[in-house]
């Protein structure tokens, strides 16, 4: 096929941009799963690219609707109703990260700010239809993120939210940086990454004081997460001079799963640090999934900042 017909695997691809008070700022995101997949502050990239042309590696800044994370062997009950999703994870038999993550958006761009829109229809498992967008809007030190979720269907719909954004510091190696999560539990999960259990953080997980990242492996879920008093809860890579790029999430994102891998393309190692509004199988465990009735709509926000 000739070049100039081939369609990238992810879609359309968005740029946008803007002057902040650090110098230019600049977004990248594709249309398949509404992905950020790169975003720089002052020339500083703060998310690892990857190739043009490529698939999305690692669900890398994808949105994650209408769950975030695992459903144990793909199966819910639904207010006494026995669902089966599709296993969408077959090497641990799971339904993984909602049913968007292969969709195209519906894109609506300014120069600094894009809204991207996707229907969730009623399919194997999840007989319920939502509105979701995502709107990405460059500010000054980063990119502030809003997601609106409206059912438009019939029924009281379980909901829940996540975003798998990875972070880096340009020109630093990733293993150098030190990640600091305000985390008070953790996880505790069997060998299909499904939780067993929760306990307070000790060891290598806990990330309250900062870890250096190349000195942990992780693909480990967080809650009680610890506020400002903004009731914003703020994670952090940090270079060894001092720059640093900060992740915030509002009080509707109540979880975080942290996840490194050594294969990321054109990076040695790269970090996951994934804001979820539930935790790993929360369609069955019921933790903090919305119900919206016909007509409702819920709003959740997260960004990025960095200081130079």
Sequence with gaps: MNAQNR?????????????????????????????????????????????????????????????????????????????QLDITEPARDNAIHGLLRYAPYAVDTSEDRATLTAIVYPQHGYPYTLRTSVTYALVDDGVEVTHEVVNVGEGDAAVALGTHPFFCIGGVPTADLVVTVPAESVFEVDDRLLPTGEA???????????????????????????????????????????????????????????????????????IAIEPMTAPTDAFNSGRDVRRLAPGESWTARWGVTYSG
């Excluded at 020339?43 to 890398?60: H, I, K, M, N, Q």
């Excluded at 967080?222 to 060894?240: K, N, Q």
């Design 200 to 270: 307070p953080v000790s060891g290598e997980v806990d990330l309250r004081g900062g870890v250096r990242v190349g000195d942990v492996q992780l693909d480990t879920g967080f809650g009680s997460l610890v506020r400002g008093a903004d009731g914003i809860a703020r994670s952090t890579l940090t270079a060894p001079d001092g720059r640093s790029v900060t992740m915030w999430q509002d009080d509707a994102w109540g979880y975080i799963q942290v996840f490194t891998t050594d294969a990321y393309p054109g990076h040695p190692l790269a």
């Design 7 to 83: 369609i990238d695997p992810t879609g359309d691809q968005v740029h946008l941009r803007r002057e902040g008070g650090a110098g230019e700022v600049t977004a990248h995101i594709a249309q398949v799963g509404a992905s950020l997949r790169g975003l720089s502050v002052g020339g500083v990239d703060l998310v690892p690219r990857y190739p043009e042309g490529a698939p999305t590696p690692f669900g890398s800044g994808i949105v994650l609707a209408p769950w975030p994370n695992r459903i144990r062997d793909g199966r819910w009950n639904d207010g006494g109703a026995e669902r």
